[in-house]
């Protein structure tokens, strides 16, 4: 079945850039679903960040837009996160997720598949 | 866009029925019918309840179940078990992006 795994660094200093790319196993990453990541600080909610499409799409979330970049390598079969300017406040375990089948017209809003999540701390 | 509202902690003891509220706006909730619902333990990843409002994925227990009415969509879950208890987020469309809710603490006496 299809997994996922996120990875990169555990620690990033403050005003540096948060770096992490999730690989796919067991299917495509060019199959007909988003993919997201999204977030949680400790102690804390969900707060979704942004997905890709295959075909390279994004939308993101817009309180974290102008410091977002969410790419897909489909050679590797994996995608990735970079947060720019980061803060204390960035500190969070990182998910990514398969967010939402596409079916002709139809396309999926909800979370059906989870990375076990990686925690980030922004510190110097 | 601001989260939805959740109730901060919900109880009940085992065999007994529990309802979660996650209250919106026109914008999100009121506007689709693209609710959905995750559980989430302690130092796990949240797992997927419930979608679309009120649809089961395979292999969630039919003592979970969703519906909606106007701008508040609820989540109930029938015949409160041990297990039960744990972090239960909705989430939302909204202009192609994705809010979630406050979180509910549920637990089970």
């Known amino acids: 079945q299809v997994q996922l795994q996120e990875s990169g660094p555990g620690l990033v200093k403050p005003s540096g850039t948060l770096s992490l790319t999730c690989a796919v196993s067991g299917g495509s990453i060019s199959s007909s679903n988003w993919w997201s990541w999204v977030r949680q600080p400790p102690g804390k909610g969900l707060e979704w960040i942004g997905e890709i499409y295959h075909s390279g799409s994004t939308n993101y979330n817009p309180s974290l837009k102008s410091r977002v970049t969410i790419s897909v390598d489909k050679s590797k079969n994996q995608f990735s996160l970079k947060l720019s300017s980061v803060t204390a406040a960035d500190t969070a375990v990182y998910y990514c997720?398969?967010?939402?089948?596409?079916?002709?017209?139809?396309?999926?809003?909800?979370?059906?598949?989870w990375g076990r999540g990686t925690l980030v701390t922004v510190s110097s | 866009q601001s989260a939805l509202t959740q109730p901060a902690s919900v109880s009940g003891s085992p065999g007994q029925s529990i309802t979660i509220s996650c209250t919106g706006t026109s914008s999100d909730v009121g506007g689709y019918n693209y609710v959905s619902w995750y559980q989430q333990h302690p130092g796990k990843a949240p797992k997927l309840m419930i979608y679309?409002?009120?649809n089961r994925p395979s292999g969630v227990s039919n003592r979970f179940s969703g519906s909606k009415s106007g701008n508040t969509a609820s989540l109930t879950i029938s015949g409160l078990q041990a297990e039960d208890e744990a972090d239960y987020y909705c989430s939302s469309y909204t202009s192609s992006c994705y809010v979630f809710g406050t979180g509910t603490k549920v637990t089970v006496l």
């Open positions: 679309e409002v009120s």
């Open positions: 997720a398969r967010s939402g089948a596409v079916y002709g017209d139809y396309r999926g809003w909800y979370f059906d598949l």
